[in-house]
């Protein structure tokens, strides 16, 4: 129990740590060009980047559905190693997709911050 609640504390102050974080590439718009803005290529790039990060949002989530589905797995397993090489390899997607994720959302941030 020791265990789960240090585990789940470290989580909880790791994600409370990365939000002002998120909020440091928050855009507010120009109150002068806000009438009438022409498409310009930011814009497009604006876009674009929107939708990167809602697909990279949406394989984050599903990587951590693959996370607690691969632990429920390894508890279900009861020994039988048909069962664990499922969980095993569902276990190895899941964190690749879960660090893709997460590289692909730091990198278009950082583009989108810098550019």
Known sequence: M???LRLFSFFLLIFTLI???QAAFVEF??????????QTLTSYFNNISNFFSFV????????LCG???????????GGNENNL???RALLISSSVGLIISMVGY???NLLKHFF
């Open 2 to 4: 020791k265990k789960i």
């Open 19 to 21: 939000k002002p974080l």
């Open 29 to 38: 718009p120009n109150k002068e060009n806000s009438v009438r803005q022409k």
């Open 56 to 63: 990279l949002a949406l394989v984050f989530i599903f990587s």
């Open 67 to 77: 996370l607690i589905l691969s632990g429920i797995t390894f508890m279900m397993a």
């Open 85 to 87: 090489d499922k969980a």
């Open 106 to 108: 730091i990198s278009l």
